[in-house]
């Protein structure tokens, strides 16, 4: 049973991550401890957890065809399709950034081919509108086509689910930011731990791609940051 639990919550990748469902983690414990009774009810016992382990079952049965729950099973399967997609190409030092794997140069298609992940995303949304993980990775994916309307559309939206993502509150900001509001780009990341150099990475990224202008923004709410502290 122990294991049925992790299996059903690897179906949504948190078990172990802080999610509130972790808790079920210890229901078979619960189901499964002895009892003080007598040998002689040991056969009411069994009956008991056999009876418990059905209820357990159907339980799970009617969560898995919950919408918000497919939802959750569609945005993994588009995760990891963008996973293969993305780590079949990728090769360093050519693509110096991630988002180099989805930027379609002039002339010629796109490096990766993300339309599969992307339907799987989409599908996910439509059963479930605020699932977080579909609307950060669709706005991540928008973000590096320049699709930054649509982009700060699906990162508001995994904000208002999941606040403390650390990778939401970088893109979000961003968006904020290449719209011309450093203060609120500057905000967000002042939540964010950027000791890795993320902002100079994508400073410099807006700039490869020829968007001066863009980079200029992401530099101004970069100094906003850096006044505020």
Known sequence: MALGVILLHGLVDDAFYGSRGVLLLFVPFALLAREEQERGRQGDRQRGRGGALISASALALLLALLPATRAVFQANLAALAQTRAELSVYRWPAYPIQDALRRQAPGSPPPVDLAPAIARYRTALALDPGNAAANRRLGQIELSLGQYDAARRHLEAAYA??????????????????AGDPGRAAALWRAVDLSQGQLALREWWYGAIGETANQQRITRAIRQLTTDH
Not at 161 to 178: I, K, N
């Open 161 to 178: 689910t999941a606040p403390g993502q650390r990778a939401t509150r970088q893109l979000l900001g961003e968006t904020y930011a290449l």
